[in-house]
């Protein structure tokens, strides 16, 4: 023991036996990254990254792929393009019944009845106003007691009546689909059909080929008639020309024909029902067909339905 004196073999520059700063041994058994700017890579035996800055991820791994430029999901709701076309896939048929339909029908119509209501007694008037201009003259008796023969004045009544009733048609569809898009129309809505040319272009085509087929034994009519049911939904609600809008209905209507039919036997028989309550019935069962239809060409096209 030395006691009052300085160790011999102390360094006199570090008289407390310290490591001098800045050169500390690490601790054993532990490691430490080396300083930046050091050699040896991290753990996991990752590759170096690549040009661009990119990583890839570890074996086993997975990064999302980067943003944009996905594909539409299938059935997705385009704004042009012909059914099965530019994002037009049929949604699954197995979402539509007859019964929700007819549910959906009433259940909008209930919650606007009055402007349904009275956009049906404007539709009536007009017409009657029309035949009565052109057809409501009186006939002159024949020597052999038949009435006065085809006058121009009844064809250009006759052409004018059904052009004009192409238009209301195209009205009712436009307050169904303003309906299943979750508005409520007012009465200046159902007169937004769009373009007015293809309305009655395709309701000639659609009326020609009906009547065509009703010669052809019935059958052929009614078949063609019930395959262009949504025509005028597809010229208004898609903007389509009216050989597209046709081909379109055809091509929908087949997805779901099964279910489609036994919609348009409801419906028949609702109308009916209607006409016979001395046609005052026909206030709630037409405009509750029309959105009924409707919902059914949104469901089985893949649109949107408001609930």
Same mark, same amino acid.
């Given at each position: 023991m030395t006691t009052g004196g300085s160790d011999p073999n102390q360094d006199p520059k570090n008289p407390g036996g310290y490591p001098p700063p800045g050169n500390y041994p690490p601790p054993s058994g532990g490691s430490y990254p080396p300083p930046s700017g050091g050699s040896y890579p991290p753990p996991g035996n990752y590759p170096p990254p690549q040009s661009g800055g990119y990583t890839p991820p570890p074996s086993g791994g997975s990064y999302p792929p980067p943003p944009g430029n996905y594909p539409p999901p299938p059935g997705a709701y385009g704004a042009s393009g012909a059914y099965g076309a530019g994002g037009y896939g049929p949604a699954p048929t197995s979402r539509l019944s007859v019964g929700d339909a007819l549910s959906y029908?009433?259940?909008?119509?209930?919650?606007?009845?009055?402007?349904?209501?009275?956009?049906?007694?404007?539709?009536?008037?007009?017409?009657?106003?029309?035949?009565?201009?052109?057809?409501?003259?009186?006939?002159?008796?024949?020597?052999?007691?038949?009435?006065?023969?085809?006058?121009?004045?009844?064809?250009?009544?006759?052409?004018?009546t059904t052009i004009v009733g192409y238009l209301i048609q195209a009205a009712f569809v436009r307050g169904a689909l303003a309906e299943t898009d979750g508005q409520k129309p007012a009465f200046g809505t159902f007169l937004q059909i769009g373009p007015i040319g293809?309305?009655?272009?395709?309701g000639l085509l659609v009326g020609i080929?009906?009547? =065509?087929?009703?010669?052809?034994?019935?059958?052929?009519? &009614? *078949?063609? +008639?019930? $395959?262009?049911?949504?025509?005028?939904?597809?010229?208004?609600?898609?903007?389509?020309?009216?050989?597209?809008?046709?081909?379109?209905?055809?091509?929908? =209507?087949?997805?779901?024909?099964?279910?489609?039919?036994? &919609? *348009?036997? +409801?419906? $028949?028989?609702?109308?009916?029902?209607?006409?016979?309550?001395c046609g005052l019935g026909l206030l709630v069962s037409v405009p509750v067909s029309i959105i009924a239809v409707t919902y059914a060409y949104r469901v089985t096209t893949g649109g949107p339905v408001a609930p």
């Open positions: 029908g009433w259940a909008k119509f209930s919650g606007n009845a009055g402007v349904w209501i009275l956009f049906m007694v404007a539709a009536f008037i007009i017409q009657a106003l029309i035949s009565g201009i052109f057809n409501g003259f009186d006939f002159t008796p024949d020597d052999n007691g038949f009435s006065a023969s085809f006058s121009a004045t009844n064809a250009i009544g006759t052409v004018v293809a309305v009655i272009v395709a080929g009906t009547t =065509i087929g009703l010669f052809l034994c019935i059958i052929p009519g &009614l *078949a063609f +008639a019930f $395959l262009t049911w949504w025509t005028m939904q597809f010229v208004i609600d898609r903007n389509q020309d009216a050989v597209t809008a046709i081909k379109s209905s055809f091509n929908a =209507i087949k997805s779901n024909a099964g279910t489609l039919l036994l &919609l *348009a036997l +409801a419906l $028949l028989g609702i109308n009916l029902v209607g006409a016979l309550l």
